[in-house]
């Protein structure tokens, strides 16, 4: 199982981006799919979850601003990041919890590479 996450750049302040991270394998079920985002010398912190019953879950510095999606028959997530500013800068990662793949194999959860994020002027 891979997580692929692609789309991050440059931007300027009130900008948009949209990321998207592509889940390899013979997936057979993912309960949760995640974006975190980490700036150097902070911990890791959720920006965005979705659950395959559809909770969706919001950082409070991004509610408003982000939308999350995902598409279980393509096994992707998306994070549309709209309005963006400084604070948003950072190295935005996806995760997948509760993995279960066709041969019956699970996993708690897989972490995606990252990918950088920065807004600027």
């Known amino acids: 199982v891979q997580l692929q996450a692609s789309g991050g750049g440059l931007v300027q302040p009130g900008g948009s981006l949209r990321l998207s991270c592509a889940i390899s394998g013979s997936i057979l079920s993912i309960d949760v799919t995640a974006w975190y985002r980490q700036v150097p010398g902070k911990q890791r912190e959720l920006v965005a979850s979705?659950?395959?019953?559809?909770?969706?879950n919001y950082a409070d510095s991004v509610r408003g601003r982000f939308i999350i999606s995902r598409d279980d028959a393509k096994n992707t997530v998306q994070l549309q990041m709209n309005s963006l500013d400084a604070r948003d800068t950072g190295v935005y990662y996806c995760?997948?919890?509760?993995?279960?793949?066709?041969?019956?194999?699970?996993?708690?959860?897989?972490w995606g590479q990252g990918t950088l994020v920065t807004v600027s002027s």
């Open positions: 979705r659950s395959s019953g559809g909770r969706i």
């Open positions: 995760k997948a919890e509760r993995l279960r793949l066709r041969n019956m194999q699970s996993f708690r959860e897989v």
